[in-house]
Structure formats: structure tokens, C-alpha cells
């Protein structure tokens, strides 16, 4: 029996049936973000382990969702989505492996309820994000969206409870450094679509034009627009370190490891510099393989 089958079992996930609709998730989660799937996969106790994997296939989906193709079909698309996960929480039972799952976690971690009820009811503000006017709007994006999408897993990484807040808070903190940092290191792409993450207050602030970035000018005003980017991110994601003091210890490993893996990108990120317009910076491979291995040890 290997790790993954050791860890079904150890998770309550005993059926044949529901194993397969588990497997299934790690097979997608494992293909998209292979960095996250390895670091679950060797820092996160067992019981816990296939849960964040088929919460993170539920993100991973509802993103897909939410951000392919044209406003009618994206929308007409999360409308069903949605309709199915909530006809499966009630009934308990769906046609589809990844609702199945879904279904079977929130049964086992039941506070995880009201996550996924959040979610829910606020990721439609993705299908309205087009770019921001102000840092203002950037940061009710990341209440409406980002912050309620990472508590889907943050919830299974935390404490029993939060009563005071504090853990909620650090994982904003986590969530605004990461997201900041997406948005960055995503513009590339983002340009070819069309919807920026950073403000346009911020581009005047610096005398950065779309027209500069689109023709991926190296300007004296884009070198400084993206290292106050970088650094706030890098800021915030310094700060929510204090979330290693908030989780159980056995989420802790993964905690330290994800924090230091968006720290190295966002080094990467910042080295990369206008690049950033023709391609995304990653972790060198080796030093990201170092972080995981260290907080493995």
C-alpha cells in the first residue's frame, strides 16, 4: 500500500468508490500544480491529505469556471456548477467524482460547511473583475474572491476554532501577498486578456501607460511600479509567518514550506523585472526542492 492509499484510509475514505473519486482529484491536482501537489504530498499528515487535495481540485475547478471563455458562458457555467455542488451537499450524493468528494470531506471536517457556503456566495465576483480603478478595489477583490477560495483549504490547515479572528486574519494576510504577487507575475497573460490586476492608480502613479506595457517597454517608471508590487507582497507575505503560531503542528511543515516557496517567487519576480511582460518568474527549481526538503526534515 502506498502513502496515498495509506492516507485514504487513514482520512475514513474506505469505500472503493470514493477512493476512486479521490484518486481522480490527485490525478488533477498533481498535473496542475505539481509543486503544491509534492509539498502536501510529503508534509501534511495522512488524515488530512486527501482532504486539501480535493478542496484544492474544487478551487482549481471553480477557477477554470469562472475564467474561461466569454462573460455569457462563464457565467451560464458557474450558475450550473453551483446549482450541482449545492444539490449534492444537501443530498449527499452527485453523479460527479469531483462533488462526490467535495461532499464526502464536508461530512468528515463538518466546520468546513460554512467555507463552502462562502464561497459560493462570493465567487461570482470573479466574473466581474475586469481590472481595478484603486488599491481600494484591489483589496475588496481579495475579500470577495481570494480570501473566501484559500479558506477552502485553509480551513482543513487551521485550528478547531477561531474565535478571535486571528487565524482568519493571518491567512488574509497570506492571501493579499499571494494574490498581489499572482497579479504580477501573471502579466503576460493577464495582458493578453485583457484584465489587469493592478490598479490603474497605480500605473499613473508611476507614469506606466497600458500601451507601455502591452509593447513590453522596459521603462524607469514600470522598473519601480513592479518593485513596489513585489515588495508589498513580499511584505505581507513576511508577516504571515505568525500563521506557523496559529495552525496545529501538523499543518505547520506545509505552512512554512508555502510561505517560503512565494517568498523565492517572489524574488524570482522581482530578478525577472520587465520580463515580467513577456513571460512569469518561478522558484528555481532546486531552491524550492531545498525549502520543502528543509521543512520536511
Avoid at 122 to 149: C, I, K, M, R, W
Avoid at 224 to 242: F, N, T, V
Avoid at 244 to 256: C, M
Wanted: net charge positive; proline share 6%; charged share 25%.
Amino acid at each position: 500500500m502506498n502513502r496515498w492509499s495509506r492516507s485514504l484510509t487513514a482520512a475514513g475514505v474506505t469505500a472503493p468508490g470514493t477512493r476512486r473519486d479521490y484518486d481522480a482529484q490527485r490525478r488533477v491536482v498533481a498535473r496542475f500544480r505539481p509543486a503544491s501537489y509534492l509539498a502536501v504530498r510529503l508534509l501534511l499528515p495522512p488524515p488530512v491529505l486527501p482532504h486539501v487535495v480535493a478542496m484544492t481540485a474544487v478551487m482549481h475547478h471553480g477557477d477554470n469556471l469562472l475564467d474561461t471563455g466569454p462573460r455569457p458562458r462563464r457565467e451560464a457555467a458557474w450558475t450550473d456548477w453551483e446549482h450541482r455542488v449545492r444539490d449534492g451537499l444537501a443530498t449527499g450524493t452527485s453523479d460527479e467524482p469531483l462533488i462526490r468528494a467535495l461532499v464526502h470531506t464536508v461530512a468528515a471536517r463538518p466546520g468546513l460547511g460554512r467555507r463552502v457556503e462562502e464561497y459560493l456566495s462570493t465567487a461570482t465576483a470573479e466574473l466581474d473583475f475586469t481590472g481595478f480603478a484603486t488599491e481600494d478595489d484591489y483589496q475588496s477583490y481579495v475579500d470577495a474572491y481570494s480570501l473566501p477560495a484559500f479558506m477552502l483549504v485553509a480551513e482543513l490547515l487551521g485550528p478547531d476554532g477561531d474565535d478571535d479572528g486571528r487565524y482568519r486574519a493571518a491567512c488574509r494576510t497570506f492571501i493579499d501577498g499571494s494574490q498581489r504577487l499572482d497579479f504580477v507575475n501573471d502579466l503576460a497573460e493577464d495582458l493578453r486578456e485583457g484584465r489587469l490586476g493592478i490598479p490603474v492608480s497605480t500605473q499613473e502613479k508611476f507614469s506606466v501607460t497600458t500601451a507601455d506595457l502591452v509593447a513590453a517597454r522596459p521603462t524607469a517608471g514600470l522598473r519601480k511600479l513592479l518593485d513596489e508590487q513585489i515588495g508589498l507582497a513580499r511584505a505581507a507575505l513576511l508577516e504571515s509567518r505568525r500563521l506557523t503560531g496559529l495552525v496545529p503542528a501538523g499543518s505547520r511543515r506545509l505552512v512554512r514550506a508555502l510561505i517560503d516557496i512565494e517568498l523565492l517567487t517572489a524574488d524570482a519576480a522581482r530578478e525577472r523585472g520587465p520580463k515580467l511582460l513577456r513571460a512569469a518568474a518561478g522558484p528555481p527549481k532546486a531552491r524550492a526542492a531545498l525549502a520543502l526538503l528543509r521543512r520536511g526534515a
